[in-house]
T-cell receptor, first 116, second 114 residues
Framework: EAGVAQSPRYKIIEKRQSVAFWCNPISGHATLYWYQQILGQGPKLLIQ????????DSQLPKDRFSAERLKGVDSTLKIQPAKLEDSAVYLCASSLTDRGADSPLHFGNGTRLTVT | QKEVEQDPGPLSVPEGAIVSLNCTYSNSAFQYFMWYRQYSRKGPELLMYTYSSGNKEDGRFTAQVDKSSKYISLFIRDSQPSDSATYLCAIRQWYSGGYQKVTFGTGTKLQVIP
């Protein structure tokens, strides 16, 4: 079973520029998550999709962050304009479903963003 | 108060030691408890999960949950240098619509010295 794929692995941009991250979840996984992990901290949920609908985006800074999941498969996360405090690893995860005890999250290796 | 609290460490132990990693949580509605391991520059990977009080064992790893104290632990026996990683506790709660929300602790960085 192929894992969660993310690209790019690394990105360096200047503040006020825009950036986009891509995620391809495990085949058949209905739920997709974007987490932000700042150095030394645990992952923080930004947005959660069930198929192509949004379940939770309460912690997404909507004035600068946007995300979509077209056709319930791949997803993109965009930041525009970026701020210095957006420097972090952006992790994508997927789960088979989001109900039931046997639906753990499977993570990609993340995109490491540095904003200068 | 954070929903999940975890001592960030770092924790440094000699090879072969027993390691104890701990988390506390605030919401008694939490039902499903997980431990993830994260190697440097990698995504977290699921190590163990449990949804009841008591112990669950898997090889050298034991997950322990005490719901009355809102306290969860991960024990690693005979620790190996390959266990050097950050360990994240994670807790699931349900949204009103029946969807799961997974909240992570800050992670404890463990180093096992040969």
């Amino acid at each position: 079973e192929a894992g969660v794929a993310q690209s790019p692995r690394y990105k360096i941009i200047e503040k006020r520029q825009s950036v986009a991250f891509w995620c391809n979840p495990i085949s058949g996984h209905a739920t997709l998550y974007w987490y932000q992990q700042i150095l030394g901290q645990g992952p923080k949920l930004l947005i959660q999709f069930q198929n192509n609908g949004v379940v939770d985006d309460s912690q997404l800074p909507k004035d600068r962050f946007s995300a979509e999941r077209l056709k319930g498969v791949d997803s993109t996360l965009k930041i525009q304009p970026a701020k210095l405090e957006d420097s972090a690893v952006y992790l994508c995860a997927s789960s088979l479903t989001d109900r039931g005890a046997d639906s753990p999250l499977h993570f990609g290796n993340g995109t490491r963003l540095t904003v200068t | 108060q954070k929903e999940v609290e975890q001592d960030p460490g770092p924790l440094s132990v000699p090879e072969g030691a027993i390691v104890s990693l701990n988390c506390t949580y605030s919401n008694s509605a939490f039902q499903y408890f997980m431990w993830y391991r994260q190697y440097s520059r990698k995504g977290p990977e699921l190590l163990m999960y449990t949804y009841s009080s008591g112990n669950k064992e898997d090889g050298r790893f034991t997950a322990q949950v005490d719901k009355s104290s809102k306290y969860i632990s991960l024990f690693i026996r005979d620790s190996q240098p390959s266990d050097s990683a950050t360990y994240l506790c994670a807790i699931r709660q349900w949204y009103s619509g029946g969807y799961q929300k997974v909240t992570f602790g800050t992670g404890t960085k463990l180093q096992v010295i040969p």
